[in-house]
């Protein structure tokens, strides 16, 4: 039953792998040319391997994008129309959240599912871990008119645990160790989820159609973006995720990834592999497993069960946070989580994929400090370089200037730059020649929101760089995260939230700065695109949380609404207006 | 006039009758079909540097065997 990856799946990953490689060590000796014009030192050898890290890490983004767009999505065969034998129900863990807006969308999908008219049962099930005792009494509430309003008695279920062991891994568990038998598939999503009923039934028709399928995982779309920062997300989400997702799908073969929702699992793989044991020693690297879904994944194709990214469905959407404060916030716990996997990297039987898997992740969180380690050192080098000798040779009466390296020293932030832009370039390019591009609102405004797209993430890199830097640094001193809750909605900042969020990032900045101005002034002009925005980190906070309707950064889902958010829109607006002659819901309750 | 009989409305009538504390003990409540989830084995017993020396180190430790000697 165990797949196994063919040889051309070795031999991709062997050539993402080799060129990466290649990137790297080019980045290196370029950088080792570039120190050895005055003499190599300790220093530049740190450096040089500082860069041949950073840019290999650059590199395999870039390649994985390269590679997919060599191909395009597509289905994998199954009968579109085969009766749906199998019961399923979709999980919706809720945490605190308002459950206006989540009922609502368990009642757009439910009515999504029962717009495309197929006979399937599909059975919901609110698990909630509400800690907020107000908010548990009006799930309580609203649960009672979402059943009657979807007239789903008996098969709608809500359940709220007494404690929230485990978090959303241990909630989900604690469903199928009660009811799990009752079901065949569970489709796992998180409280900002909304799919359509045709990608639903979709998604269980192709687990039916292939009897090794543990799991399989859309590709959800941000929506409803307002703000520039959250648009800036939801454009990157829709127009250039799809294709590294597709680099990723042609390299994993059928250990795919697990994103913790938005995905269908057949429950008795679930139950028989993926059951988390809480790991020796307190958090932030023992305790209960904080990014359980990548761990699930592993676990899954550890048994043996076919784990797939089906990158073609569309009708799968979330939403992302408005704001880099929630970002920061949501990518903490993300850290801490993908950092606890370097305790589970080395778990018995997991295939090297999974294994690869992790490193990646923890990979994408440490990144930063080496690039911050590298500027750190190109500071503090001129201090420690020796003197230049112009009069190497005794007795000889005329000065010798070393050859300048410079060239090389521009040619390496040149191939950088390249690695970073050169990608969403290329997709856009590529988007343009396709036709995709339409659905961003044409060839030229996708083209002019990529620019825009690039100089924004420019901008906030050096921010994110310091918020993901403080976020390790955190979890290596043993400061657990914990587990707030995602804050959904407007996420409009002051500049006073903003400046309270961020002085220390604007210290940052100008210490750093200042250093480089009295240390190494040569280095002043190439660092301003880093300092500056750290500098005025409070400004940059405040302004890209602001509501944008700009023709930038438009996407497929605001020219068009899918038909599930508009389903989404019309029960909200109802249930936010009362029913005329219904009782106060809290007086119902308590008399 | 008589109200055609809608059997949804009437279910939909049955469901607003119910106290939200009765739809959660009752129909709404989870469904009782247990399934075991067993934890599965993430780490080693040992770390990774006992295993390394363990695996260095020769057998001194072990169990005489049962044999040529008895």
């Not at chain 1, 548990?136 to 979402?146: C, H, K, N």
């Not at chain 1, 900002?192 to 039916?208: F, K, N």
């Not at chain 1, 970073?420 to 044409?442: D, E, N, S, W």
Request: aromatic share 10%; hydrophobic share 50%; proline share 8%.
């Amino acid at each position: 039953m165990t797949p196994r990856p063919t040889g051309a799946l070795y031999a991709l990953r062997g050539l993402a792998l080799a060129l990466a490689a290649i990137a790297g060590l080019v980045a290196f000796w370029l950088f080792l040319q570039f120190g050895d014009a005055d003499g190599l030192d300790l220093l530049d050898v740190a450096r040089a391997l500082l860069i041949l890290i950073s840019t290999l890490w650059l590199a395999w983004g870039a390649v994985q994008a390269l590679i997919g767009l060599t191909s395009q999505a597509k289905a994998p065969p199954s009968d579109t129309d085969a009766p749906i034998r199998g019961r399923s129900v979709i999980l919706m863990p809720v945490y605190n959240e308002d459950p206006t807006t989540t009922f609502t969308r368990v009642a757009a999908m439910d009515a999504s599912i029962a717009a495309t008219g197929d006979p399937a049962r599909i059975d919901v099930a609110i698990l909630s871990d509400t800690r907020n005792p107000e908010i548990a009494q009006r799930e309580e509430t609203l649960f009672a008119r979402l059943v009657a309003e979807r007239d789903a008695l008996g098969r709608f279920f809500y359940r709220r645990r007494a404690q929230n062991t485990g978090k959303k891994a241990g909630n989900i568990e604690e469903f199928i160790t009660r009811s799990g038998g009752a079901y065949d598939y569970a489709l796992i999503l998180d409280a900002d989820s909304l799919m359509e009923g045709e990608t639903i039934l979709r998604m269980i028709r192709r687990m039916e159609a292939e009897p090794r399928l543990g799991l399989l995982q859309t590709l959800p779309k941000i929506t409803r973006a307002q703000s520039r920062f959250g648009r800036a997300m939801q454009f990157s989400a829709s127009f250039f995720s799809p294709v590294f997702a597709r680099g990723l799908a042609m390299m994993q073969g059928e250990t795919g990834p697990f994103w913790g929702h938005n995905a269908l699992v057949r429950v008795r793989a679930f139950a028989e592999s993926c059951g988390l044991p809480v790991l020796r020693g307190a958090p932030p690297f023992g305790g209960h497993v904080m990014s359980h879904d990548y761990v699930e994944a592993a676990l899954l194709a550890r048994a043996g069960w076919v784990v797939r990214l089906d990158d073609d469905l569309e009708g799968s959407y979330e939403e992302g946070p408005e704001n880099i404060v929630d970002h920061a916030k949501r990518d903490r716990r993300w850290c801490q989580g993908n950092l606890q996997h370097s305790r589970i990297i080395g778990a018995p039987g997991l295939r090297p994929w999974s294994r690869f898997v992790f490193a990646q992740g923890i990979m994408a969180y440490i990144a930063p400090l080496f690039w911050i380690g590298f500027l750190i050192a190109s500071i503090i080098a001129p201090m420690v370089a020796a003197p230049v000798n112009y009069f190497p040779v005794p007795g000889w009466p005329f000065p010798y200037f070393p050859p300048s390296e410079a060239s090389k020293a521009i040619g390496l932030a040149i191939g950088i730059f390249g690695l970073l832009l050169l990608p969403k370039v290329l997709i856009a390019t590529c988007a343009a020649m396709t036709g995709r591009a339409q659905g961003f609102g044409g060839a030229q405004i996708a083209f002019a929101s990529t620019l825009a797209e690039l100089a924004f993430s420019s901008l906030t890199a050096p921010i994110l760089l310091l918020f993901t830097t403080r976020s390790v640094f955190q979890v290596f001193l043993g400061r657990d995260g914990g587990w707030p809750t995602n804050n959904r909605g407007d996420g409009r900042l002051s500049l006073s939230e903003s400046f309270a969020a961020s002085h220390w990032i604007t210290s940052t900045g100008l210490i750093g700065m200042a250093a480089t101005y009295f240390l190494a002034p040569g280095l002043f002009l190439w660092l301003l695109p880093v300092g500056l925005p750290m500098i005025f980190a409070p400004v940059l906070l405040w302004w890209s949380s602001q509501p944008s309707r700009s023709a930038l950064m438009t996407t497929p889902s605001e020219l068009e609404t899918p038909e599930v958010l508009t389903l989404h829109d019309t029960i909200l607006a109802r249930w936010q207006t009362p029913e005329p002659g219904a009782p106060n819901p809290q007086v119902a309750r308590n008399g | 006039m008589t109200a055609p009989f809608s059997p949804v409305a009437a279910r939909q009538t049955a469901t607003r009758a119910l106290s939200p504390e009765a739809l959660l003990a009752g129909p709404g409540a989870l469904p009782d079909a247990p399934m075991a989830m067993p934890a599965q084995e993430l780490e080693h017993p040992q770390g990774l540097l006992r295993r390394m020396i363990a695996a260095l180190l020769p057998d001194r430790f072990a169990a005489p065997s049962a044999g040529a000697r008895l």
